[in-house]
């Protein structure tokens, strides 16, 4: 019945007949259906750091629509998506409003916006190696995420000038063109030197992302990455702009500990490279 769009629907009550001759048993249940109703207005409660507006935006339960209880668990879904609340409730009013909805009251806790890690690694060929990160969860109020990495390796291996260094950063901003997408940017840069050559590259992109439903998501980007290679053959420098596409689809039961379904993704980089003229 709730499936239906009927949010007051409930089990009224319940008569067990036991016939003990055949060793079966008889249940008639009473159940009241209840009006098909939209939704209300939507509460939220508990934020503190996080904008309460943007939390109740992506919620996607738009006042006057009707009622569905996967709305309700997919607004959950991703309102725990946003990576700033360690808990969160939606839950249905026990009575319709003045103009037969059914009002939502959200009830979230939010996480430690800031962190960070550090860790290093040692061998007898590459010497030591260090790393670190360091992160924010709601940079500006609305669960914008930045995360700066960097890692540093050869150190004590090789000479100081030919160190190799590795550097990134990551901005995403969650419900730009509704609340299913996603804003993405990044930069990373690269020197490094292997025996057979010398690299270094910066790497730009930016793009958005897109849940078409809970299995599906596409996300298209615009990508510029500048390599500089210094090899036995020469200097070689190149400038490729490229647009990656990507489509996943993702049926498993459980992302981190799947037991049924699937996951297959999809994608492309059409490429050119501006300064030769080749695709």
Same mark, same amino acid.
């Given at each position: 019945?709730?499936?239906?769009?009927?949010?007051?629907?409930?089990?009224?009550?319940?008569?067990?007949?036991?016939?003990?001759?055949?060793?079966?048993?008889?249940?008639?249940?009473?159940?009241?259906?209840?009006?098909?109703?939209?939704?209300?207005?939507?509460?939220?409660?508990?934020?503190?750091?996080?904008?309460?507006?943007?939390?109740?935006?992506?919620?996607?339960?738009?006042?006057?629509?009707?009622?569905?209880?996967?709305?309700?668990?997919?607004?959950?879904?991703?309102?725990?998506?946003?990576?700033?609340?360690?808990?969160?409730?939606?839950?249905?009013?026990?009575?319709?409003?003045?103009?037969?909805?059914?009002?939502?009251?959200?009830?979230?806790?939010?996480?430690?916006?800031?962190?960070?890690?550090?860790?290093?690694?040692?061998?007898?060929?590459?010497?030591?190696?260090?790393?670190?990160?360091?992160?924010?969860?709601?940079?500006?109020?609305?669960?914008?995420?930045?995360?700066?990495?960097?890692?540093?390796?050869?150190?004590?291996?090789?000479?100081?000038?030919?160190?190799?260094?590795?550097?990134?950063?990551?901005?995403?901003?969650?419900?730009?063109?509704?609340?299913?997408?996603?804003?993405?940017?990044?930069?990373?840069?690269? !020197?490094?030197?292997?025996?057979?050559?010398?690299?270094?590259?910066?790497?730009?992109?930016?793009?958005?992302?897109?849940? !078409?439903?809970?299995?599906?998501?596409?996300?298209?980007?615009?990508? !510029?990455?500048?390599?500089?290679?210094?090899?036995?053959?020469?200097?070689?420098?190149?400038?490729?702009?490229?647009?990656?596409?990507?489509?996943?689809?993702?049926?498993?039961?459980?992302?981190?500990?799947?037991?049924?379904?699937?996951?297959?993704?999809?994608?492309?980089?059409?490429?050119?490279?501006?300064?030769?003229?080749?695709?």
């Amino acid at each position: 019945l709730k499936q239906e769009g009927r949010p007051l629907a409930k089990v009224t009550g319940r008569e067990i007949v036991a016939e003990h001759a055949g060793s079966t048993l008889d249940v008639t249940l009473t159940v009241a259906a209840g009006p098909v109703a939209g939704y209300g207005d939507t509460t939220v409660e508990g934020t503190e750091k996080v904008n309460r507006d943007f939390t109740e935006y992506m919620t996607g339960l738009k006042r006057g629509r009707q009622y569905s209880p996967d709305e309700i668990d997919d607004a959950r879904d991703r309102l725990l998506g946003l990576e700033v609340f360690n808990s969160v409730t939606v839950k249905e009013a026990d009575a319709l409003d003045a103009e037969g909805n059914i009002p939502i009251g959200v009830q979230v806790s939010e996480r430690k916006p800031r962190y960070f890690g550090i860790g290093g690694s040692f061998s007898n060929t590459e010497g030591l190696g260090l790393e670190g990160y360091w992160g924010h969860r709601n940079l500006f109020g609305r669960a914008e995420k930045l995360r700066i990495d960097g890692k540093i390796s050869g150190i004590g291996s090789n000479d100081l000038t030919q160190l190799n260094y590795n550097a990134g950063v990551m901005f995403e901003k969650p419900g730009v063109v509704g609340p299913a997408s996603k804003f993405i940017a990044s930069v990373n840069t690269v !020197l490094e030197h292997p025996d057979a050559y010398d690299h270094f590259s910066v790497k730009g992109s930016t793009g958005l992302s897109y849940e !078409l439903d809970k299995k599906q998501t596409v996300s298209a980007q615009v990508a !510029l990455d500048y390599s500089r290679i210094h090899d036995a053959f020469g200097k070689h420098t190149y400038l490729i702009a490229s647009i990656p596409l990507q489509y996943v689809y993702d049926n498993r039961d459980n992302k981190l500990n799947a037991t049924r379904g699937f996951r297959v993704l999809a994608y492309a980089e059409p490429s050119y490279d501006i300064l030769s003229g080749a695709a």
